[in-house]
């Protein structure tokens, strides 16, 4: 049984910072892709970056240059620093696990933390 938790998130003034960990369960983290979605009301889910097994990284323009996705495979932990938030940057957000590689029908999903960008 797969388990991802996310932790991290939480209220933050624009422009501010945070950074939110996934913590998986079992040895299938460090063979596997990884990557950070966000959900917000109204709007279509996201894939806002994601992390092959060997540090290979990519992002989605609307976070690139401000976000960074990491992965310590001792620790089954993947990272997402969140840097210079913007007002369009609120939502639920989940990390996944990518069997497959890549985001397929067969990922594995946390049940997300919300990320609150207001003044």
């Known amino acids: 049984q797969v388990q991802l938790v996310e932790s991290g998130g939480g209220l933050v003034q624009p422009g501010g910072s945070l950074t939110l960990s996934c913590a998986a369960s079992?040895?299938?983290?460090?063979?596997?892709?990884m990557g950070w979605y966000r959900q917000a009301p109204g709007k279509q889910r996201e894939l806002v970056a994601g992390?092959?097994?060997?540090?290979?990284?990519n992002y989605a323009d609307s976070v690139k240059g401000r976000f960074t996705i990491s992965r310590a495979n001792a620790k089954n932990t993947v990272y997402l620093q969140m840097n210079r938030l913007k007002p369009d940057d609120p939502a639920v957000y989940h990390c996944?696990?990518?069997?497959?590689?890549?985001?397929?029908?067969?990922?594995?999903w946390g049940p997300g933390t919300q990320v609150t960008v207001s003044s």
């Open positions: 079992g040895s299938i983290f460090s063979m596997n892709a």
């Open positions: 996944a696990i990518f069997p497959r590689g890549s985001p397929s029908p067969d990922d594995y």
């Open positions: 992390i092959t097994r060997g540090g290979d990284t």
